[in-house]
């Protein structure tokens, strides 16, 4: 099976930037699908960017400030977050529907989480 291992997060001061990494642990075909979540302490996950074959959209909170891409040489995804701000201390986690070899349809991944905080 696949997974997806995440790296990037760390301490930031508000205004910096950071970029998120999460590469699959094995070969892939490729993404139907790709998000980014994130989870505050004390409140509920939420959907930070997501990417499919048709369309981007983002949290109205980090529009303009953060960018779901993709390496295509090696199927990593990255989150791009600038201007940061304390409220966007979370633990961040990113998500897939993969095609994977001798599977019909994909398969649906969670990264393990990395912890970015925001602080002065």
């Known amino acids: 099976q696949v997974q997806l291992v995440e790296s990037g997060g760390g301490l930031v001061q508000p205004g910096g930037s950071l970029r998120l990494s999460c590469a699959p642990s094995?070969?892939?075909?490729?993404?139907?699908?790709m998000d980014w979540y994130r989870q505050a302490a004390g409140k509920e996950r939420e959907l930070v960017a997501i990417r499919t074959n048709t369309y981007t959209d983002y949290l109205d909170s980090v529009k303009g400030r953060f960018t779901i891409s993709r390496d295509n040489a090696n199927n990593t995804i990255y989150l791009q977050m600038n201007g940061l701000k304390p409220e966007d201390t979370a633990i961040y986690y990113c998500?897939?529907?993969?095609?994977?070899?001798?599977?019909?349809?994909?398969?649906?991944?969670w990264g393990q989480g990395t912890l970015v905080t925001v602080y002065s």
């Open positions: 998500h897939a529907l993969v095609r994977v070899p001798g599977r019909s349809g994909n398969l649906e991944v």
């Open positions: 094995r070969r892939i075909f490729g993404f139907d699908q």
